[in-house]
Nanobody, 120 residues
């Protein structure tokens, strides 16, 4: 099992920045990829960014956040980050940290979510 706990959410004005963190614990050796999802009211959950936990640390971003958000992880692979810059109103959502078990095609583990609110 893997436990994920997000932190760092809050309220910020448009154009500002926030950095989300996700503390991962448990059977981390079984995890090959981690990511950040978000869900705004009345909308489907959206994959914002992902990163492979191997030495390549290959990343991916949705078009909606590319060039504004940066995903990263610490060397021990126990903490995942999402640096969010140039925030816009449409970034308002609950952000979830998630992890993929090696060999799985979908995200298997989820955090409880952290609210990000962007105001004008």
């Amino acid at each position: 099992q893997v436990q994920l706990v997000e932190s760092g959410g809050g309220s910020v004005q448009a154009g500002g920045s926030l950095k989300l963190s996700c503390d991962a614990s448990g059977s981390l050796f079984s995890i090959c990829r981690m990511g950040w999802y978000r869900q705004a009211p009345g909308k489907e959950r959206e994959l914002v960014s992902s990163i492979y936990t191997d030495d390549t640390s290959t990343t991916a971003y949705s078009d909606s956040v590319k060039d504004r958000f940066t995903i990263s992880q610490n060397n021990a692979k126990t903490r995942l980050y999402l640096q969010m810059d140039s925030l816009i109103l449409e970034d308002t959502a609950v952000y979830y940290c998630a992890a993929v078990r090696c060999g799985s095609v979908s995200y298997n583990y989820w955090g409880q979510g952290t609210q990000v609110t962007v105001s004008s």
